[in-house]
């Protein structure tokens, strides 16, 4: 398995392949990953997590979201001469270099299209993203199969149009303990205004995620719940992009509704968090299918998602809260209010929620892509 940042990195792609590696090892398959040392304490070299081999390489250069890594084309030709099958989670630098090296080699290569890659407007990102483009199109073109997360992807993003006949949907695993009500009993305690609603935002303060639009609806939803709350989950000051600062002007002017908790690493608590909150927003302008949405309505917390393809699905097969126009912070603001005000109406069995985004389904399928172009 190839991607950029492997655990412990905090992002719904990096906790997707962990799930999915970890799913085969207990399965009794040899899984490998190969990925960069993202961090200066994240161990150099080989290791041993939870029964996966991760193989972490010096990787001195950043450019934008990405890693130059010296000793990669070498130790990908020696570990795909290792392996049946090769799994590449896009987008991703290397992708032209693993097409090439899978045509020396003969392996057979699965491709999962996490996301259409879009960077902040700018002269060098847009350069980054049309090599990206490139890249990514000559690694699917060499692929046996490209995995993606919905049929509402396939039918919408530019980067799978034409790999329509060879993409697969493998919907999204969701995993997340069950809530312990007392520990969500003190967190709303902690954090409610005058027993007003608690809003839940759970990702990073960058642009495509738009967090300034979840802070903007607080005119609209001040009109019906004067106290409410907004409750974010994640890191916010990104080093890769300056979104934190640009909206620091609105951050002050709506500070005593906003409480910002940083990242939060344990699933206990994660849980914890979404149970304690009345409703979770996630008004992105680009998200193809965020983990959030599914661990969020395990834990009977409803959604209202920005309704563009891929990130409106969750709530579209399950009914489970609301969709709002895209990068319209009224119209988002009003579906909030339209969910709080009878959350009954969007609350399903946990039971239910599991098997829409079941973990064995999703390792199944995977595993029965790898046993086809393992041996054909």
């Known amino acids: 398995m190839l991607l950029l940042y492997y655990h412990p990195h905090p992002t719904g792609l990096t906790y997707y392949v962990k799930t999915v590696a970890e799913g085969l090892v207990k399965r009794g398959h040899q899984v490998t990953v190969l990925a960069s040392r993202h961090t200066k304490e994240t161990p150099l070299g080989e290791a041993v997590l939870n029964g996966v081999r ?46 090439l090296v899978a045509s020396i080699t003969g392996v057979k290569i699965v491709a999962t299209h996490h996301a259409d890659l879009v ?16 890249l990514q199109q000559s690694l699917s073109r ?61 990702g990073r303060f960058v642009e495509e995620k738009r967090p300034d639009l979840l802070i903007r609806s607080l005119q609209i939803i001040n009109e019906k719940y004067p106290t409410a709350r907004i409750v974010f989950a994640g890191e916010y000051d990104i080093p890769y992009e300056d979104t934190w600062n640009r909206h620091a ?22 849980a914890n968090f979404y149970a304690a909150c009345d409703v979770l927003a996630v008004p992105s302008d680009i ?28 709530v579209s097969i399950t009914g489970m809260g609301k969709l709002a126009r895209k990068g319209d912070w009224q119209s988002l603001g009003a579906a909030i209010i339209d969910v709080l005000d009878e ?12 098997d829409i985004f079941s973990f064995d389904k999703t390792v199944n399928e995977y595993e029965a892509i790898f046993f086809e172009y393992a041996n054909s």
């Open 54 to 99: 991760v193989v972490r390489l010096w990787a001195p250069v950043r450019i934008s979201r990405g890693m130059i890594m010296p000793t990669y084309p070498w130790r990908l030709y020696r570990l795909m001469r290792e392996h049946d099958v090769v799994n590449v989670h896009m987008p991703m630098l290397e992708s032209g270099l693993v097409a």
């Open 142 to 202: 060499r692929a046996q199969c490209v995995v993606a997360y919905s049929e509402d992807n396939v039918e919408n993003s530019f980067y799978l149009a034409p790999f329509r006949h060879k993409t697969k949907v493998i919907r999204t695993p969701a995993v997340v303990p069950e809530p312990d009500p007392e520990r969500v009993r003190q967190l709303q305690r902690a954090w409610r205004n005058d027993n007003g609603p608690l809003i839940a935002f759970c």
């Open 119 to 134: 960077l902040p407007d700018g002269p060098i990102n847009n350069q980054i993203t049309k090599i990206m483009y490139a």
């Open 343 to 354: 959350p009954e109406k969007f609350v399903k069995p946990r039971e239910f929620i599991k």
């Open 249 to 270: 002007e609105l951050v002050e002017r709506f500070s005593s509704q906003l409480i910002f908790l940083g990242l939060i690493r344990d699933k206990q608590e994660l």
């Open 287 to 314: 998200d193809n299918f965020p983990l959030v949405q599914g661990e969020a309505m395990l834990c009977a917390t409803p959604v209202v998602a920005s309704d563009i393809y891929g990130n409106r699905v969750a």
